[in-house]
């Protein structure tokens, strides 16, 4: 509903305008060709899919003989089953849900306020503070891995879910996406009308800022629970088969915790499910998003 | 004392503030004291502070995060990196100095693992931004189902680096994968994906490629619906045809974008980790028989957690670090020569 505001309207206007312009290089109707390079661009996208769905369905011994096969086989709930059960995939979904939804419950709400402090708040150092948060996302997640290791193993926290939830609770890329967003979305009247009947911040927060923000807010959503399920580095090093998320289940699965190709190949899909289905219903929105934060960005 | 300066520098905030207080301290100060003008100075003085003090309560959380796991691990990684930390003994943390980095400087793996990150960075990122100019050109055009066409080229971004990488594996298997396959029908023989140089710094780019040229087209195309149609028009006129216009008018207007996902790109080319690790299989972390695709990322990890050396893998972390920081200088004083240039 409301999220559907952010596919850009610009976007469409100009669509409209350029139509009219003939001869301009750009809004022009597509060709044979444009549709045939696109096509190719599409398989080349879809078909590592849809071949993981193939020989998930087949044996570890057919998906060694020569020719691959091209059509699905009768092995599909077999291995799935097996990826399930003995790869831990059951536990590692259930895992991976509740630290991707604890993860985008907390960002979508910390950014928020903190874009919106950034986005229509004056305080001291706030341009030096914004530059600062930009300046981290270029940090590399490998400069702090060793001495949370260390502080996760004093803790005795090692296989346990927060070690991986508490480091991403709110992330720079999320505070500038909603201040970018809200510097257009958000009149500052509103904000003012509320301060003048004496709203606190945290009044103005609830009846003006979040109902404004809230398109931006899904697909943040959206964006940050992609990113949590598909997060690799640090699960690996703090988690183990033992108490995996899918991520570390892939990875004990791709260096040889159940050797046969078939049950590894359902593995890799059972775990990409998920963010597959995400991306049918709700496709349009994450394109708009990635595309909204490019504009700004 | 800062919240008297911050008064100063926020004219709208203090006025509002002043007008909120001023009616209570002005009563007070005639000394009358009934009973409804208690609560009413302390909501003035509740406002007040929170007015000053709720944009840092807001943005609060992230620092704490940013501070407690980012900023203090970033520095006691560089602690780290000076001394002598082994996984099994983790109480037993002497001095080192800077024998880490001398020990890297002198070791073989180090330039190995830095050249490949840099070949592989290079094969992975030159042929997937073209890609995605081109692509995003495409869907730049008037389309049947233009959204279809978005979401389906950002599929792959939606498949974890651990599920595509095993499949990429299985594709580029050397007996019986789809790859070689394919090729046999061009007269080429089966490549050894794995253990050739090459073949293999080819492949773990290809996966790179596969996963982020959708979501690089769909950054382009944002940008390039920016662009103002009247340069087309005017360029039109000038006589260019598509390809001159393209040239001329979308790549300038562009380049800003393309800097930001170069710069993107190189971050990512850097970190490179989860595709050669699953690439490798079960010896994942050597990159490779020869280490023909250990990356700096994958060495860091074998060093600290098959190898047992987080002193070493510390360090390995801070060279890093230092190399992205290098590559950002060189990367500014290139958008400021290309701004002066214009």
Avoid at chain 1, 52 to 81: C, H, V, Y
Avoid at chain 2, 215 to 237: G, K, R, T, V
């Amino acid at each position: 509903m409301t999220t559907s505001e952010l596919t850009l309207p610009q976007t469409r206007e100009k669509k409209g305008r350029t139509r009219r312009v003939m001869g301009a290089g750009k809004q022009l109707h597509a060709g044979p060709v444009t549709y045939v390079v696109l096509t190719v661009f599409a398989l080349v996208s879809l078909a590592p899919l849809v071949w993981t769905a193939i020989a998930a369905s087949r044996t570890d011994r057919r998906l060694a003989e020569t020719p691959p096969p091209l059509w699905f086989g009768g092995n599909l709930f077999k291995n799935l089953e097996a990826a399930w059960d003995q790869a831990g995939l059951g536990t590692a979904m259930l895992n991976s849900t509740i630290v991707a939804g604890t993860i985008t419950v907390s960002t979508v709400l910390f950014s928020t306020l903190a874009g919106f402090a950034f986005a229509k708040l004056r305080f001291r150092f706030s341009g030096f503070l914004l530059l600062l948060t930009i300046g981290t996302m270029m940090i590399p997640p490998q400069l702090a891995v060793v001495p949370l290791y260390l502080w996760m193993s004093d803790f005795g926290w090692s296989n346990q879910l927060q070690t991986v939830i508490l480091p991403t609770l709110v992330t720079a890329f999320g505070t500038f996406f909603m201040r970018q967003y809200l510097v257009q979305a958000l009149p500052s009247e509103l904000i003012e009308a509320a301060r003048v009947d004496g709203a606190s911040s945290l009044r103005v927060v609830w009846h003006v800022v979040f109902p404004a923000a809230r398109p931006a807010m899904a697909v943040l959503g959206l964006l940050t629970f992609v990113f949590a399920w598909n997060d690799f580095l640090w699960p690996i090093i703090a988690l183990n088969q033992q108490n995996p998320t899918v991520q570390v289940a892939l990875n004990s699965l791709g260096t040889g915790y159940v050797p046969d190709q078939a049950v590894i190949m359902a593995g890799a899909l059972l775990g990409t499910l998920p963010l597959l289905i995400a991306f049918i219903l709700f496709g349009k929105q994450i394109v708009g998003g990635i595309m909204q934060g490019a504009i700004k960005g | 004392m800062t919240s008297s300066k911050q008064a100063l520098a926020d004219p709208a905030s203090s006025a509002e503030a002043a007008s909120g207080s001023q009616p209570g301290a002005a009563r007070g100060a005639r000394g009358r004291g009934t009973p409804g003008q208690g609560p009413d100075s302390w909501r003035s003085r509740f406002y007040r502070w929170d007015m000053k003090a709720s944009p840092y309560v807001f943005i609060a959380p992230f620092f704490v995060i940013f501070g407690a796991f980012s900023l203090i691990p970033l520095l006691y990684t560089a602690w780290y990196s000076l001394h002598n930390v082994q996984l099994s003994a983790l109480d037993h943390q002497t001095w080192a100095g800077l024998d880490n980095y001398r020990n890297l400087l002198s070791s073989d793996f180090f330039w190995n693992a830095l050249k490949n990150t840099f070949t592989i960075g290079v094969l992975a990122t030159v042929p997937q931004l073209m890609a995605a100019l081109w692509l995003a050109h495409l869907l730049n055009y008037h389309l049947r189902g233009s959204t279809v066409w978005r979401v389906v080229m950002l599929t792959p971004y939606a498949t974890s680096v651990a599920a595509a990488t095993l499949v990429f594996t299985l594709l580029y298997s050397w007996d019986g994968g789809m790859v070689n396959w394919f090729l046999h029908f061009f007269g080429v023989d089966a490549i050894n994906w794995r253990e050739s140089d090459i073949g293999s710094q080819f492949a773990v780019s290809s996966i790179v490629i596969w996963r982020w040229t959708g979501y690089n087209a769909l950054i382009y195309l944002a940008a390039m619906q920016a662009i103002p149609s009247d340069l087309y028009e005017s360029a039109a006129i000038d006589g260019a045809n598509r390809w001159q216009q393209f040239l001329h008018v979308t790549v300038p207007q562009l380049r800003p974008t393309i800097l930001f996902t170069v710069v993107v790109s190189t971050i990512g080319a850097t970190q490179l980790f989860g595709e050669p690790l699953l690439f490798g299989g079960v010896s994942g972390s050597k990159g490779g028989s020869e280490h023909q695709y250990q990356t700096l990322g994958l060495y860091m990890y074998d060093q600290g957690w098959i190898i047992g050396n987080l002193g070493k893998a510390s360090a390995i972390a801070w060279s890093m670090f230092l190399i992205l920081l290098i590559v950002a200088v060189i990367n500014l004083l290139l958008t400021r020569r290309l701004r002066k240039s214009q």
